[in-house]
């Protein structure tokens, strides 16, 4: 087909291909963009669509790519995706691209990059649901708040008999501070519920811990749920009984449900001098998946333990709740049941009355930051 033709010519269209191949993948190569058809829409289906679709426009690039592979003799080895595997583009060894192949190499990590500084403390645990909180690891007063109320199951008796007596665990995850770490360590040995990892205390490392609290606990804890939240979140328990052992939507996808606050068709922040900006270098699109804020993720087991392949952990995505609902996207759980909130049950509440803005379907409210705070919404809780 390409006889007595320069050789040099010959690679341009492969090269061009790969350009175009590359606009469907995220900066670290790990990553499908989004491409809605319709940003006023919130039918949760639209976005499936839109995702089967772009995996179709990948793989018909990736024939294309390998047919002027073979053509030219050049070495194509792409790995076939597994089950638990992202499907997308990897143009492996291919000569003609060397330098595009090496990059995207450098960029995949599989396993985590986090290690914990306190092994030794933790036991396995097993419970129905499993909460992991956040907290800056000087945040000890707030961590010992937590403990004395909605953390402790004690204080819940009446409401734990309601639902056969559910259990939950309630562990800290934390970041390294060099200045807290001998007073923290002292903590996790008294309390056995921390989670002290070799992170920065950065909140754009957050991400990172998210990723590796879902994969440390799917390996050393038995549950059924995973609750994400933070130290300045109040829940209420009775209402968390309620969501999974009550609702009819959480109880018709107990094992693939996704919840918390959230955003159907949210999209990044272009203003720098936001909290959350997100330049388009890192997310080119005008929305994201649909994710749950950071105050309460909540995932089944099965739905954890799908997602947990899919983490890259060298160029994570720096907003924990748009990470997680990226890999929720991708990984296409079956019978996936991605439940809108409703009211008044995931509350972001900054006024000086949080503490008496309790309502009867409340689950978290956020910020809650001192003790007798968290006392009042707790015994609002529990009437």
Not at 14 to 28: N, Q, R, W
Not at 97 to 103: L, T
Not at 157 to 175: C, D, S
Not at 349 to 369: L, N
Request: aromatic residues 12%; hydrophobic residues 35%; charged residues 25%.
């Amino acid at each position: 087909m390409f006889r007595g033709q320069n050789p040099l010519l010959l690679i341009i269209p492969v090269l061009g291909v790969i350009v175009l191949l590359s606009l469907f993948t995220f900066k670290d190569s790990s990553y499908v963009k989004f491409t809605p058809t319709n940003t006023q829409s919130n039918d949760l289906s639209d976005v499936k669509i839109i995702h089967e679709e772009e995996l179709r426009h990948v793989q018909e690039l990736r024939e294309m790519v390998g047919r002027i592979a073979s053509s030219l003799n050049v070495s194509f080895n792409h790995k076939v995706a597994q089950n638990k595997k992202i499907d997308k583009p990897n143009m492996g060894n291919m000569k003609t691209s060397e330098s595009f192949s090496q990059r995207s190499q450098q960029t995949q990590i599989k396993e985590p990059n986090v290690r914990l500084l306190n092994e030794e403390d933790l036991k396995p645990s097993s419970s129905q649901i499993l909460f992991l909180v956040f907290s800056h690891i000087g945040n000890y007063e707030r961590r010992t708040t937590i403990r004395r109320t909605w953390g402790n199951p004690d204080n819940f008796p009446k409401q734990r008999a309601m639902f056969k007596n559910a259990t939950y665990k309630v562990l800290f995850i934390t970041g390294f501070a060099a200045d807290k770490i001998k007073k923290a360590k002292e903590e996790s040995k008294k309390h056995g519920d921390m989670l002290i990892t070799n992170r920065t205390e950065n909140y754009f490392d957050i991400s990172r811990r998210t990723q590796f609290g879902i994969h440390w606990t799917i390996r050393n804890c038995k549950f059924d749920y995973f609750f994400k939240t933070d130290d300045d979140v109040f829940v209420s328990i009775p209402n968390t009984y309620k969501l999974f052992y009550q609702d009819a939507f959480a109880v018709e996808h107990k094992t693939s449900l996704y919840a918390g606050l959230m955003h159907m068709r949210g999209g990044p922040i272009r203003d720098k001098r936001s909290k959350w900006y997100i330049d388009k270098k890192l997310w080119g699109q005008t929305i994201y998946a649909p994710f749950a804020t950071g105050m309460a993720i909540i995932l089944s087991r099965n739905v954890a333990e799908r997602i947990e392949p899919y983490f890259e952990w060298k160029n994570v995505f720096p907003l924990e709740d748009v990470n997680i609902g990226f890999y929720v996207f991708v990984a296409k759980v079956p019978n996936i049941g991605v439940r809108p909130s409703k009211g008044a049950e995931f509350v972001l509440d900054y006024t000086v009355a949080v503490c008496s803005h309790y309502k009867r379907e409340t689950i978290t409210m956020h910020p809650v930051k001192n003790e007798a705070c968290m006392r009042k919404l707790v015994q609002a809780s529990q009437q």
